[in-house]
């Protein structure tokens, strides 16, 4: 739940600890990342990584129902 605490590339800082996944998968295609895979993450989450032509890969972690973006970073 540390949302706010990174900063992504091409999007605004997001002062949400949390967002609905709905909400932050908008800004990151609004923002030109594409979705490119997803796997099983610790704590029964899920990771999502996304590509961007310009900036670097982002690692996003999802709660399990894959309703609530918990944070994300780029890696």
């Not at 800004?27 to 895979?37: F, Q, S, T």
């Not at 590509?51 to 890969?57: A, E, L």
């Amino acid at each position: 739940m540390t949302l706010d605490k990174h900063t992504i590339q091409g999007i605004p800082p997001i002062s949400a600890k949390t967002l609905p996944v709905a909400d932050f998968e908008q800004l990151m295609v609004n923002a030109g990342y594409i979705r490119i895979g997803s796997a099983p993450a610790k704590g029964n989450r899920v990771k999502v990584w996304w590509s961007h032509p310009t900036f670097p890969r982002v690692e996003s972690i999802y709660s399990s129902d894959m309703q609530v973006a918990i944070t994300a970073y780029h890696v």
